[in-house]
């Protein structure tokens, strides 16, 4: 080792003392205003680089080895505690304090620990400080140790702890905007300085060997963290607070670069997209996160509405862009519902107008020839069978009307409740219960089961037979067709009879129209049921020259 008389020991001592004076002073400032983010591993840390100052002097100015190794084993558990405090600063600057948990803690001072008790039994085990001895330099004497597998350890892992902390600051570099910049930028310029600082003291350099600069080093890099923390106001409202509440959104955040890449996620993201995101191109993740996309976009069984904002620096230039996707899934199901109930109003509207059309037109009118027939009974000659025909037919009218008016009244209602039904088993069924004298029912295709209020896709396939059977006679063959399509299942009901005119099929199924003086509601009847149920109909003609009425859109049940 080379002579240490042209050092200046006595400066390097007044820096020590000076270091270690500054660093439990502005500890101890710290530790009264700890309630700022950050403050408390601020003050420990100026405290260990204070404390370590003070006790490193303490070995410079000693002549007795029993004090020399008393004030190296003191300051050996806040060398161990410093590079971990430093991390957790790191995090806390970041905002990750969900990384910080008491179990995470423990596992990291745990190497630490273990480091401390080897150094300090290392006459037992020879694993850390080998060859520890005094050795005099001018008026000074100093000490003097070997490496030992045990300090190795302990370097590589303070050093890893120091570059995983660096890392983070400069991940919050890349992320926080031009504002806040400066105080990540001083921060790593404050770690640059232990870091040099220990490997100077581990590798011999020039005549300083037998020195140590990390304790001064530790309390410069102290008083830069403070005057991060304290002075420049880093994590005052809002460094931390804008990546906080931008990781606890209940809504997910996606960052995508000038490139198309993403960036980052916040949790809510993370599980709605796969895993591998970060990183992947934005398109090929989430295709639909488009300029000119349709609002909103369904994504695994919940919608969204995409607020994008562009991400420019001071000069204008684009370097990414902000997705912000909002949950709307119970706005859009209520906006769904209240569409439902106002079309059903609107249906319950329009069928209060078709019963006071029926009521006072309808009704009124074989309500009066069952009256004028009743009075020439009455006041007849004697022939009164005539009148009394009359009378009775007009009174069946009625029956029909107000038969048909109380299915027409439940028709139209919106169906909740959906049951499994089978279309082949409800036609035979449905057919089997009218008189349909010699008319005739096959049923081709193979069955479908769909998702119906099976009384009333009953109701509708019954009015469908009745229209058959009562335009195309007593002999009437009715084929009724089950087909798959792309949009459901389509239930044909088509017969030989005399058919519907191509000018009176977009009719049929209103209210009041009849082609041959009927009610004019059972078709009306097959419309409303229909249109409760979101399905579409359709009148055509069939192959043999008859009606066919297509159901469109009945949607399978899943087996």
Known sequence: ??????????????????????????????????DQPGGTEVALYLLCGGGISLLYAVRVVSASELVMVVAL??????????????????????GHDRWRTENRIVALATPAFVWVLLAWSRDTHGLSRRSLEPVVEGPFSLLS????????????????????????????????GNRYRLQTFVILLGTLVPFLAGIVSVVDVGSYASLAWYPTALVVHGVFLYGTVFWLGTLDAAVVARDTAVEVMQDPVIVAGSDGRIRDLNPAAEELLPAEAVGSSLSAVFP???????????????????????????????????????????????????????AELRRQNERLEDFAGVVSHDLRNPLAAATAAVELARHGDGNDEDALDRAANAHERMDDLIEGLLSLATAGRSVDDLDRVSLDASVRRVWSRLETADATLSVEDPDATVLADGDRLEQLLSNLFRNAIEHGGEDVSVRVGIEPQQDGIALAV?????????????QVTERGVS??????????????????????????????????????GMEPADD
């Open 1 to 34: 080792m080379s002579d240490l008389g042209a050092l200046p020991v006595r400066a390097y001592l007044a820096a020590c003392l000076l270091a270690g004076v500054i660093g439990l002073w502005l500890g101890r400032v710290a530790w009264r205003e700890r």
């Open 515 to 552: 082609l041959d003086g009927g009610t004019g509601l059972g078709l009306a009847i097959v419309g409303d049921i229909a249109e409760a149920h979101g399905w579409r109909i359709s009148v055509e003609e069939s192959d043999t020259g008859g009606a066919r009425f297509v159901i469109l």
């Open 73 to 94: 084993n003191l300051a050996t558990p806040l060398v161990a505690a410093a590079p971990g405090i430093w991390l957790a600063f790191a995090l806390a600057f970041a």
């Open 494 to 506: 088509a017969d030989d009879g005399p058919g519907v005119p191509p000018d009176r099929r977009s």
């Open 288 to 342: 639909r996160l488009e300029s000119g996309m349709q609002h909103p976009v369904a994504v695994g069984g919940r919608k969204f509405d995409i607020q994008e904002d562009p991400i420019t620096d001071p000069r204008g230039t684009d370097r990414g862009h902000v997705f912000l996707l909002r949950d709307v899934t119970e706005r859009e199901r209520r906006q769904t519902e209240l569409e439902r109930r106002e």
């Open 145 to 176: 140790f070997g490496l030992g597998p045990a300090d190795v350890g302990f370097l590589l892992y303070a050093y890893g702890l120091c570059v995983v902390g660096a890392l983070v600051v400069v991940d919050l570099y890349r992320r926080t």
